[in-house]
Nanobody, 120 residues
Framework: QVQLVESGGGLVQPGGSLRLSCAAS????????MGWFRQAPGKEREFVARISRSGGSTAYADSVKGRFTISRDNTKNTVYLQLNSLKPEDTANYYC?????????????WGQGTQVTVSS
């Protein structure tokens, strides 16, 4: 089992940047594929980005491609999401998730989320 704790959210102006972090407990972090999701008020949770166990493979939602970058540091048990060129529509609670199955499959563990608000 793994526990996930997100951090790095906040209030940022349009066009600004943030870096979200997700710290995982346990010694088997490298055995999990990781993903980031977000949920805006009144909307369903949506996929943002995912990364393979080694970090060699990534995928993004079309809405964030070219602006967001997912990465991981298995020595620090942490996955990151760099958010650039932020737009008001990026406002949401951002969650990280861990999967014991194949990349792109279902996620087994979820964090509590960190709020990102993009507003002038």
């Amino acid at each position: 089992q793994v526990q996930l704790v997100e951090s790095g959210g906040g209030l940022v102006q349009p066009g600004g940047s943030l870096r979200l972090s997700c710290a995982a407990s346990g010694r088997t972090f490298s055995s999990y594929a990781m993903g980031w999701f977000r949920q805006a008020p009144g909307k369903e949770r949506e996929f943002v980005a995912r990364i393979s166990r080694s970090g060699g493979s990534t995928a993004y939602a079309d809405s964030v491609k070219g602006r967001f970058t997912i990465s991981r540091d298995n020595t620090k048990n942490t996955v990151y999401l760099q958010l650039n060129s932020l737009k008001p529509e990026d406002t949401a609670n951002y969650y990280c998730a861990a999967s014991v199955g194949p990349v792109g499959g279902a996620y087994d563990y979820w964090g509590q989320g960190t709020q990102v608000t993009v507003s002038s």
